[in-house]
């Protein structure tokens, strides 16, 4: 069974200063995907970054971009020059290209961001 | 910009009666989740739906739980007989089509409180 881990249940960053986010996930599988989602407080989940596991090259979006480190099945998200709009609960989820379309995610970790 | 809306936001329920959770995915949306997150735990996958059936279920989806798209915009989770353990915030989540460039979206959740 697929699993995802995030280490970190709470990282707290200071505004304009760059805040890093492990993640790591457990698969057998070779052909896979790999997202971040944000969770603002009382609203829904959206959708930061994605990666494919077959590209080596690491995504970014903007502010954010992640390490992908295959052989070490680690994700991590960096979010830089932090915003007070950052602050919300992260979650990595992994996902089988495959029929379900399941995403399995991981703990979650909160961001707090101190102006 | 479209939204997932569910409803209601938050529902009581005795133990033993059946509830219904709402949903109304993006309108041009093909596929359809629902996922739920017991308090301080993981965001857990339950199901999803393809061309009105099931495309995957997980072990949580029992024959306790059904879904069902009754008309064109509703996509309906029900629970039979609820238990204590049932008690969650549940996620409902649609997408255009499979594959990674075919992000899911997510409603703000039905927060479920069973008594």
């Known amino acids: 069974a697929q699993t995802v881990t995030q280490s970190q249940p709470e990282m707290s960053v200071q505004e304009a200063e760059t805040v890093t986010l492990s993640c790591t996930y457990d698969?057998?599988?070779?052909?896979?995907?790999l997202f971040w989602y944000k969770q603002p407080p009382s609203r829904q989940m959206i959708l930061v970054i994605r990666?494919?596991?077959?590209?080596?090259q690491n995504a970014t979006e903007n502010r954010f971009s992640v390490n992908f480190q295959k052989a070490a099945k680690s994700f991590s998200l960096k979010i830089s020059d932090s915003q007070l709009g950052d602050a919300a609960m992260y979650f990595c989820?992994?996902?089988?290209?495959?029929?379900?379309?399941?995403?399995?995610f991981g703990g979650g970790t909160r961001v707090l961001v101190k102006p | 910009e479209p939204e997932v809306t569910q409803t209601p936001s938050h529902q009581v329920t005795q133990m033993g009666q059946e509830v219904i959770l709402r949903c109304v995915p993006i309108s041009n949306h093909l596929y359809f989740y629902w996922y739920r997150q017991i308090l301080g735990q993981k965001v857990e996958f339950l199901v999803s739906f393809y061309n009105n059936e099931i495309s995957e279920k997980s072990e949580i989806f029992d024959d306790q739980f059904s879904v069902e798209r009754p008309d064109g915009s509703n996509f309906t989770l029900k629970i039979r007989s609820t238990k204590l353990e049932d008690s969650a915030m549940y996620f409902c989540?649609?997408?255009?089509?499979?594959?990674?460039?075919?992000?899911?979206?997510f409603g703000p959740g039905t927060r479920l409180t069973v008594l």
């Open positions: 698969t057998s599988e070779s052909d896979y995907y």
């Open positions: 989820a992994y996902e089988v290209n495959a029929a379900g379309n399941k995403l399995t």
């Open positions: 989540a649609s997408s255009r089509d499979r594959g990674f460039y075919n992000e899911q979206f």
């Open positions: 990666q494919e596991a077959y590209k080596q």
